[in-house]
């Protein structure tokens, strides 16, 4: 969980990447969901193309562990070495 409700960072090209929290306490550590620019995101990474761009990431926090988000094939990150045929 994020140790923060909200933090803007404001990028050296002018953009801004903005992340935020706002039901995140003690007992909502845990993510629920997750929007990027106003659309559902399930991936479990962002690219770095999306946060250089400038961005706006909503997690949306939760008491209990979510066990279906980010479980698809197309939601985990890339790997050399299955991805590669390592």
Do not use: C
């Amino acid at each position: 969980a994020p140790l923060f409700r909200k933090v803007t960072v404001k990028l050296p090209n002018g953009k801004t990447l903005s992340i935020q929290a706002p039901d995140n306490s003690p007992a909502n550590r845990y993510i629920a969901g997750m929007n990027v620019n106003g659309k559902v995101y399930t991936k479990n990474w962002i690219s770095h193309k999306t946060l250089t761009d400038g961005a706006t990431i909503i997690l949306r926090m939760t008491d209990k562990p979510e066990r279906s988000r980010g479980t698809g094939d197309s939601d985990l990150p890339f790997s050399f070495s299955v991805d590669a045929g390592n």
